[in-house]
Nanobody
Framework: QLQESGPGLVKTSQTLALTCAVS??????????CSWIRQSPGKGLEWMGA???????RYTPSLKSRTSISRDTSKNQFTLQLNSVTPEDTAVYFC????????????WGQGTQVTVSS
């Protein structure tokens, strides 16, 4: 199971930080990829980035300069930081753990609404 937590309201130019607590499996298990995906109003799903079971992170190019994903293996959780937010970052944010060499299976959190106020 995955559970997102963090503020539901952030002001423009601030940093958004969300945490995903994972239960039922260790995030250091081989071929576990801890990801963040968001969905803005009226738009499709956007993959933001991920951190692998080896601790290697990768990001979608359009967000790379503002995004950081880290993990705390002792707590079995991972965190998203998105800097310099604007109202365009208003979205439902999901944490997803993909399992498998080809990311075959995805386990999703319920999602958390984040609104950026101007």
């Amino acid at each position: 199971q995955l559970q997102e937590s963090g503020p539901g309201l952030v002001k423009t130019s601030q940093t958004l930080a969300l945490t995903c607590a994972v239960s039922g499996g260790s995030i250091t298990t081989s071929f576990y990829y801890c990801s963040w995906i968001r969905q803005s109003p009226g738009k499709g799903l956007e993959w933001m980035g991920a951190i692998s079971y080896r601790g290697i992170d990768r990001y979608t190019p359009s967000l790379k300069s503002r995004t950081s994903i880290s993990r705390d293996t002792s707590k079995n959780q991972f965190t998203l930081q998105l800097n310099s937010v604007t109202p365009e970052d208003t979205a439902v944010y999901f944490c997803v753990v993909y399992v498998g060499m080809y990311w075959q299976l995805g386990h999703w959190g319920q999602g958390t609404q984040v609104t950026v106020s101007s």
